[in-house]
């Protein structure tokens, strides 16, 4: 008996070694520790024991029964606790985790897209050009006289070259018009939305790197209606339907006859007040028939075809729709600002 106990204390300690886990720990519970286990059988076979060897005999099926019976204990509650405390890791009755806050799109860039998606639907695609241009493409080919004060050097920022004299930060996005009459043949029915740049003091109302959006459409028998019917069209969407709207005459070189668009005052209908300027009217842009000389630097006969243009700022506009008073906040971009425009 002495040699099998040896054997069963062997077993006992070789399945411990194995046990990984509860199902494991189960199976070692009945091969040794129930009623009908392995270490009871021992237990019974006591009575057939001579007299003299009963306690020492006894004492190591005891001591067998507590190894086992240890273990199993220790184990379990072990096993018993890690399962409670993956349970309570997940706390069903606390609020959902918060996501990463999420950015909002910029107000100009909202005003960008609404412009865009505004013009698109009247079939008007949209076009770029680049931001660093040279005198040609921002003033000559645009029928700027080679003395007009906007190349002064207060206006424009030009920029220093090795290989030439006349490279500049483009002060309006009209250049793109030339860039598009001269790679595309009419009808041309594009928008521009671009950068712009001016060597101009930084105030609530002006800034010197701004946006602009223009536009251009040139085919046959194109008239001054159907340009009035344009930005009437969109700024009534852009604005509110019941604004009121009047062209005023006015000058730029690349148009004739040119214009500039008033809506009436948003805030106080046309009665007056400060953002109007007590006048009642907002100007909101710019705009005329294409001038001939501009058809003819980008190879258009001026005979055959005609087109309007116009152009406007962007940030206006932000300003007119968020109710912003000063420009400037407009890229301090504080979230608290940026968070009232989502
Ligand atoms: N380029 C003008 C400016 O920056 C705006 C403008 C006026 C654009 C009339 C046009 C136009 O296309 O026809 O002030």
Redesign the pocket.
């Known amino acids: 008996m002495y040699s099998e106990l040896t054997l069963l204390r062997a077993e006992i300690e070789r399945d411990i070694a194995l046990i990984t886990d509860e199902d494991s720990l189960e199976q070692f519970k009945l091969k040794y520790l129930v009623k009908k286990g392995a270490i009871q059988g021992f237990i019974e076979r006591l009575r057939d024991v001579p007299k003299e060897h009963k306690p020492s005999v006894g004492k190591e099926i005891n001591a067998l029964r507590s190894l086992a019976e240890n273990f199993y204990d220790e184990r379990k509650t072990s096993y018993d606790e890690r399962r409670k405390a993956h349970v309570e890791l997940i706390d069903v009755s606390l609020p959902g985790r918060r996501c990463t806050p999420l950015g909002s799109i910029h107000p100009i860039q909202q005003t960008l897209d609404r412009c865009i998606t505004i013009f698109e639907r009247m079939g008007f695609s949209v076009a770029e050009g680049p931001d660093v241009e040279n005198d040609y493409y921002n003033f000559g080919a645009l029928n700027f006289a080679p003395d007009h004060p906007a190349r002064d050097m207060q206006d424009t920022f030009f920029v220093r070259s090795e290989k030439a004299d006349d490279i500049l930060l483009r002060t ?1 996005t ?1 250049s793109v ?1 030339i860039r598009v009459m001269k790679s595309q043949k009419p009808p041309i029915r594009s928008i521009m939305p671009g950068r712009v740049y001016r060597n101009e003091t930084v105030s609530a109302r002006s800034l010197a790197e701004f946006h ?1 959006l ?1 536009g251009l459409y040139i085919d046959r028998n194109v008239t001054f209606a159907e340009l009035k019917g344009t930005i009437i069209s969109f700024a009534k969407e852009m604005y509110g339907g019941n604004s009121k709207f009047r062209f005023r005459p006015s000058y ?1 070189p ?2 004739e006859p ?1 214009a500039e668009v008033d809506i009436s005052c948003y805030l106080c209908n046309g009665k007056g007040c400060r953002i109007c300027k007590y006048s009642g009217w907002l100007e909101i842009c ?3 028939m294409v001038h001939p000389n501009v058809l003819k630097n980008c190879d258009i006969d001026p005979e055959e075809f005609s087109g309007y ?3 406007f700022g962007i940030e206006r506009v932000t300003l007119l729709r968020t109710g912003i008073d000063d420009i400037r906040l407009l890229y301090e971009n504080d979230v608290r600002l940026l968070n009232q425009f989502r």
């Open positions: 309006h009209s018009q602009q223009e730029f690349f148009t040119s710019g705009c005329g243009a116009f152009g």
